[in-house]
DNA sequence: GTGCTTGCAAAGAATTTGCATAATT
DNA sequence: AATTATGCAAATTCTTTGCAAGCAC
């Protein structure tokens, strides 16, 4: 599948770009997130990957999307998902039922948080923004 | 203290609204409550009434986050925070460093959102729109 | 060889649940 | 009296950490 050579060369690069070392365990977890559609828990990851351990996992996860490979969305209760960062800067769309997370973009949105972020006091790191919604499928 | 009268008797009202009874425990969580300025985490609740159980803390927080009284924020890595909801809708303005949490409302945001939410696909149930940042007294 | 990595198990942290007891209405 | 609520402790869930052994470079 094109989608996991190319998951599995950038994460190679970045690795090698941090000065991290390419090892076995990083490449199973780096090829099963590249498999996966939407968006997925760690302990998730961890069972389907009984062969690494658990702290691996996590520590690899939170490796990738500090590199900006996943990117973290958090469902109402504050649990953390990760599903694999397509577009550079992007919200969610988030399915209260399902727990499906998908992308979305808005440059009218982006402009307006950008001129707001202007009139904040204090220094704006970043914003988030989640639409908390029942998805298509889950409405028949 | 003006602020802790009106927030107990919001709170009677909602118990009672609610076909809850009014009890001790939940009245010595909302007058806690009442004196907090910002944010605050359900454990650090917990840690300032040793004589009220952990459980009905928790359980006190979330009756009255579904009431409306207190709302949620979640902090970059999901822990939630809550804090009085003081206006019908507003986001936050979430501080990185000292995890102060502050409200935030922009008319046009709302607008603009709304528009959003039509032409998002399926049932939008809410929105959440957070703001981290280094707040003024953390940049010294 | 040197130092980053792994895996395991244990430690933690936050929150929920079961259930007998106590309190409200 | 009929229920709802409390409190305690145990159970859960998710995640991190310590550390000896292993592997990449």
Redesign the interface.
Known sequence: MMATDSLDARVDEILKSLGRRTTAPRRQVARLLASKRGAFSAESINAELPEVGRATVYRTIRLLAEAGVLCKA?L?????RYSIDHSWHHHH?I??SCETVEE?R?S??ER??GE??DE?????????????????N??Q
Chains 1, 2 share one sequence.
Do not use: K, N, W
């Open positions: 958090l109402p209760d504050g649990s953390p769309l399915c209260s979305f808005s009218e949105l307006l948080l707001l972020s904040i006091p204090g220094q704006v790191l970043g914003h988030q923004v989640d639409f908390y919604l029942t998805c298509p889950c409405l």
